[in-house]
């Protein structure tokens, strides 16, 4: 059975920084490339960052290019989002999926305010 399950989310200022982590089980995670997404209050959940299978190559959406990082622990079966310079419309549940399909994680909450 599918498991992702994220962490690492909390209240930030604004500038501030924050590492999300998600941990996968239930399948071959070195096999399957991830995404992380996000969606804020009375929004759509939108793509934020997606890894391939061997971390070879990323990709970002235009809001967050140069300030979050997606990489991954194929050893620990674990995908992170390091995300920097955070600004107040960052402010959302953050979820990692595995691509393509429908399995999602329960997602954790990041606030960015003063």
């Known amino acids: 059975q599918v498991h992702l399950v994220e962490s690492g989310g909390g209240l930030v200022q604004p500038g501030g920084s924050l590492r999300l982590s998600c941990a996968a089980s239930g399948f071959t995670f070195s096999s399957y490339a991830m995404n992380w997404y996000r969606q804020a209050p009375g929004k759509e959940r939108e793509l934020v960052a997606t890894?391939?299978?061997?971390?070879?190559?990323?990709d970002y959406a235009d809001s967050v290019k140069g300030r979050f990082t997606i990489s991954r622990d194929n050893a620990k079966d674990t995908v992170y989002l390091q995300m920097n310079i955070l600004k107040p419309e960052d402010t959302a549940v953050y979820y990692c999926r595995r691509r393509g399909s429908n399995y999602w994680g329960q997602g954790t909450q990041v606030t960015v305010s003063s």
């Open positions: 890894i391939t299978a061997g971390g070879g190559s990323t």
